[in-house]
């Protein structure tokens, strides 16, 4: 089946400082891939939808300086956040498309982001 | 706008009982798919079963099966026979049929198994 990896699993970092987050397909060409930010008890907040080649769609009131996305190649999209603040903790999880017909869309395992 | 609606944020059932999870969707599209996905502990998203809107046939997986109702815009989860490894957050979705269209979420159901 399809699966997607996502890394890291758990990042802390210092206020001001960048991270970058990995979203890889290992199985399948992904055509698409979407970006989401959790709360605890809450439900998933798209962030951002990229298309490989292309410059990613972010939903209202994401700020697009901040949460760079890149998705250069069919198998990888990546997430940065840049000059983080406490307040962009956050559980971040990704989500491919498998551009086979019929296929679903998978989701990575998650990155829980601390910002100190 | 699509939006999706999940109005128990908890429940509970006993082990081996039955418990249905309840989900409305608002929606002009219709052509369009229903999901409800399970995130448990670990947090990982897993899907739990799929519906094609233009099928009337509700879905089902083992032990899960959906009672969609198109007209009500209503897409409730039945788990049967529940089992420990049932409890986890449940959270419904809708996507309409576009390629590479996104996935709209309900807020989620928090579902406890007692032993």
């Known amino acids: 089946g399809a699966v997607v990896s996502q890394h890291p699993s758990r990042v802390i970092c210092k206020s001001g400082t960048s991270v970058k987050i990995e979203c890889r397909s290992l199985d399948f060409q992904a055509t698409t891939m979407f970006w989401y930010r959790q709360f605890p008890k809450q439900s998933l907040m798209l962030m951002a939808t990229s298309n490989e080649g292309s410059k990613a769609t972010y939903e209202q009131g994401v700020e697009k300086d901040k949460f760079l996305i890149n998705h250069a190649s069919l198998t990888l999209s990546t997430l940065t956040v840049t000059s983080a603040h406490p307040e962009d903790s956050s559980f971040y999880i990704c989500s491919a498309r498998d551009g086979r017909a019929r296929k679903g869309y998978t989701f990575g395992s998650g990155t829980r982001l601390t910002v100190v | 706008a699509q939006t999706v609606t999940q109005s128990q944020p908890e429940m509970s059932v006993q082990e081996a009982e039955t418990v249905t999870l309840s989900c409305t969707y608002d929606t002009s599209e219709s052509d369009y798919y229903l999901f409800w996905y399970k995130q448990p502990p670990s947090r990982q998203m897993i899907l739990v079963i799929r519906?094609?809107?233009?099928?009337?046939q509700n879905a089902t997986e083992n032990r899960f099966s959906v009672n969609f109702q198109k007209a009500a815009k209503s897409f409730s989860l039945k788990i049967s026979d529940s089992q420990l490894g049932d409890a986890a957050m449940y959270f419904c979705?809708?996507?309409?049929?576009?390629?590479?269209?996104?996935?709209?979420f309900g807020e989620g159901t928090q579902l406890t198994v007692n032993p």
């Open positions: 519906q094609e809107a233009y099928k009337q």
């Open positions: 979705a809708y996507r309409i049929k576009t390629s590479g269209s996104r996935l709209t």
